[in-house]
Nanobody, 112 residues
Framework: QVQLAESGGGLVQAGGSLRLSCTAS????????IGWFRQAPGKEREWIAS????????YYADSFKGRFTISRDNAKSTVDLQMNNLKLEDTAVYYC?????WGPGTQVTVSS
């Protein structure tokens, strides 16, 4: 069993930045690949990026390359998603995922 929790969401103006964090607990958490996803109102959940919980290679959906960065923060023991140059269309609930486990999500709202 893995418990996931996202944090760092909020309201930001277009062009701004936010850093989301995913914490994981559970005996096997360190074995998982962590994925960040998002779901905008009326749209399907889409994959953004993935990284192994212990660090190493990262993977991105093409549409997020260059603006979003996934990374492991050893000090905080989190997998973070740095989001830069945010656009109105980035407004969504952001989730972290490990295998079949999901966090409750964190709302990101980008305003004009």
């Amino acid at each position: 069993q893995v418990q996931l929790a996202e944090s760092g969401g909020g309201l930001v103006q277009a062009g701004g930045s936010l850093r989301l964090s995913c914490t994981a607990s559970g005996r096997t958490a360190s074995r998982f690949v962590i994925g960040w996803f998002r779901q905008a109102p009326g749209k399907e959940r889409e994959w953004i990026a993935s990284a192994h919980w212990s660090g190493g290679n990262t993977y991105y959906a093409d549409s997020f390359k260059g603006r979003f960065t996934i990374s492991r923060d050893n000090a905080k023991s989190t997998v973070d998603l740095q989001m830069n140059n945010l656009k109105l269309e980035d407004t969504a609930v952001y989730y972290c995922n490990a295998a079949n486990f999901w966090g409750p999500g964190t709302q990101v709202t980008v305003s004009s």
